[in-house]
């Protein structure tokens, strides 16, 4: 009995000490933590035990490492930085690591990203992967986002007010709303060549610098961006521009050539920018613009459609048109001649083309998503 008893008691002693070491099934991803520096293996075992990844509390850097798991890391409890750029993950869960402030997953596999479970994050950089669907709606601290050379095709953005720098060029947005994002003040969202239309609004004072060549942007209303310093919408589709925003001699760059239906551009004061912001044809002057493009501060009237309440006024423009209605904001819409025809409608869209239609007057109405009109007003085809 008194050898059983032995055997057992060393069985059981093996298996505790064997629970308490954490999981980490791909090699790669250990060895990176047993040479990490400042030091995780704290005992120098060759092992990482759960006592000593929840004593970590840096931020852990693994990168370039040929890492295709990070199952192991839901122990690090308490980091608040974490750096795996460069290796081969296509999943990552981060749900246990509540406490992490900055996180970067450039370079990888990854396909989708949440991060609902990690309210203190204020950077996340995922730059380089295949990401279709990120979640950032929950995280309210976050201040910097990079998440250029992905596969977004949409991107919620309203629950980040806090946000101030935004880089999501080269993915696949249609449209992109930073109408609530108060305290932003960097946005590129260049080369997102389906993006038809970026909502911004009079909350946006701190905005000065937005990038958005090579879409095919439309229209860009950006009178509310008091703060506006430069403006980079080359190779577009633009055939209206407002940027009469009272403040036009805090512009130090506007580039804009390159949209051949671009006429006018709605400044303050129309000499002012005739003589300050010629455009000398230097590969380095820092306004270019087609040379049929004048200014005027009044190129196309603005209408807003008021419904019952404030969530129905919606802004449309211009008004009278030659065709191309743009809305401030994504809009079920119809247009109906003076015999009562539909003769043009769209669910979910920021631009209508009555191109079709003959000159006259007609009536653009808006509906709910049960079809209920909720504003209505005339729109003047040209």
Known sequence: ?????????????????????????????????????????????????????????????????????????????????????????????????????????????????????????????????????????????????????????????????????????????SYLDVSENVALVNLNCSENYSLTGIKVSDKNTALEYIKCDNCSIKALKLNGLSSLEQLLAEDNDLNYLNIANGNNTNLTKLWVYDNPDLGCIQVDDSAYSRINWEDTKDIDNPFKYNGDVYFSEMCENTTSVFGTSAQDEVDFYPNPTHGLIYFEGLVNAQVINISGQIVAEGAAVNTMDISNLISGIYILELRDRDGKVIARSKVFKQ
């Open 1 to 173: 009995m008194k050898s059983t008893f032995i055997i057992l008691s060393l069985f059981t002693f093996s298996f505790i000490a064997t629970a308490q070491n954490v999981n980490i099934p791909d090699a790669k991803f250990k060895s990176a933590l047993l040479a990490h520096s400042p030091t995780i293996d704290a005992n120098s075992d060759n092992e990482i035990s759960t006592a000593e990844a929840a004593a970590f509390a840096g931020e852990l850097e693994i990168l370039y490492k040929g890492i295709e798991d990070l199952t192991g890391i839901e122990s690090f409890v308490n980091i608040t930085g974490l750096n795996c750029t460069g290796n081969k993950l296509e999943s990552i869960d981060l749900s246990s690591n509540t406490k992490l402030e900055e996180f970067s997953c450039g370079s990888n596999l990854l396909t989708s990203l949440d991060m609902s479970g990690n309210p203190a994050l204020t950077r996340l950089s995922c730059p380089q992967n295949q990401i279709k669907t990120l979640n950032i709606s929950s995280n309210i601290n976050l201040e910097f986002l990079a998440c250029g050379t992905n596969r977004l095709t949409s991107l919620d953005l309203s629950g980040n007010l806090a946000l101030t720098d935004v880089y999501i060029f080269l993915n696949e947005l």
